[in-house]
């Protein structure tokens, strides 16, 4: 069964700093792109981030770009977002995803994602 399970989200204040996680199982990220999606309340799905399989390449949204950096550890079948400078408007659910497209312009084709992690920033 294939699954992606996400954890490190919390509660901080702006202008910290969240590292998130996401464990894949039942698979082997090495022939996949992974990336990070969130939703806030009421607004729609953004991407934010995406890794490529094939030469690392990645992707980051405007409203993230200089301040999230995101990787992965193929040996712990593992992809990480760090997540710097927060700010009130980066509260949502992030989610992390398996893509189709993922090139240093785009990112889509979400093909399954995890259950989520809530990001609060707040004072």
């Known amino acids: 069964q294939l699954q992606l399970v996400e954890s490190g989200g919390g509660l901080v204040q702006p202008g910290g700093s969240l590292r998130l996680s996401c464990a894949a199982s039942?698979?082997?990220?090495?022939?996949?792109?992974l990336g990070w999606l969130r939703q806030a309340p009421g607004k729609e799905r953004e991407g934010i981030s995406c890794?490529?399989?094939?030469?690392?390449?990645?992707y980051y949204a405007d409203s993230v770009k200089g301040r999230f950096t995101i990787s992965r550890d193929n040996a712990k079948n593992t992809v990480y977002l760090q997540m710097n400078s927060l700010k009130p408007d980066d509260t949502a659910v992030y989610y992390c995803?398996?893509?189709?497209?993922?090139?240093?312009?785009?990112?889509?084709?979400?093909?399954?994602w995890g259950q989520g992690t809530q990001v609060t920033v707040s004072s």
């Open positions: 995803t398996s893509l189709r497209l993922c090139v240093s312009n785009n990112m889509g084709g979400y093909d399954f």
């Open positions: 890794m490529s399989s094939s030469d690392g390449s990645t």
């Open positions: 039942g698979f082997t990220l090495d022939y996949y792109a």
